[in-house]
């Protein structure tokens, strides 16, 4: 398979990402790419179709965690990056037991805004309190306590 240059930093992806896309699953659903933005000497596999992401993604010989490589050994693992999206089981299986059944059809469609949906959700005013109260200094807090 050939390995395909791609910059998505460049200006042309940035002002039109999704033909970028288009374009790459309009030739095929998985690419070997090389990107000279990333520090990644060798090419890397990007599949962009939808049933071989899926394969993909619960395959047991791939990895989600890449934390669980030495790709990256000068980012740490933080609150921040330690996430469902980026484990692999069994701490992925754990995590989504914990949020599943907040994502049910019936909890998805209660989230959906009043009318059905199908736009931005109202805007919500923001109303200024009428009294504006200084921050109390120590020395304040003092003589309320007298």
Same mark, same amino acid.
Do not use: C
């Given at each position: ?49 939808? *049933? ?6 619960? @395959? ?13 050994? *000068? ?52 109303? *200024?309190?009428?009294?504006? @109260? ?13």
């Amino acid at each position: 398979m050939p390995v395909s240059d791609i910059v998505p930093l460049s200006p042309d992806f940035d002002a039109d990402p999704h033909s970028f896309f288009a374009k790459l699953r309009a030739a095929g659903p998985v690419h070997l790419v090389s990107d000279p933005n990333t520090r990644l000497s060798e090419p890397y596999w990007l599949v962009v179709g939808y *049933e071989e992401a899926r394969a993909a993604l619960t @395959h047991p010989g791939l990895r989600k965690d890449w934390h669980a490589t030495d790709m990256f050994p *000068e980012f740490e693992r933080t609150a921040a990056n330690a996430n469902m999206l980026e484990s692999d089981p069994p701490h992925h299986t754990r995590l989504r037991r914990l949020v599943a059944r907040e994502f049910t059809a019936r909890r998805v469609e209660a989230m959906r805004p009043p009318g059905g949906g199908g736009g931005a959700p109202p805007m919500i005013p923001i109303v *200024e309190k009428e009294q504006h @109260h200084e921050p109390k200094t120590k020395d304040a807090n003092k003589e309320e306590q007298k």
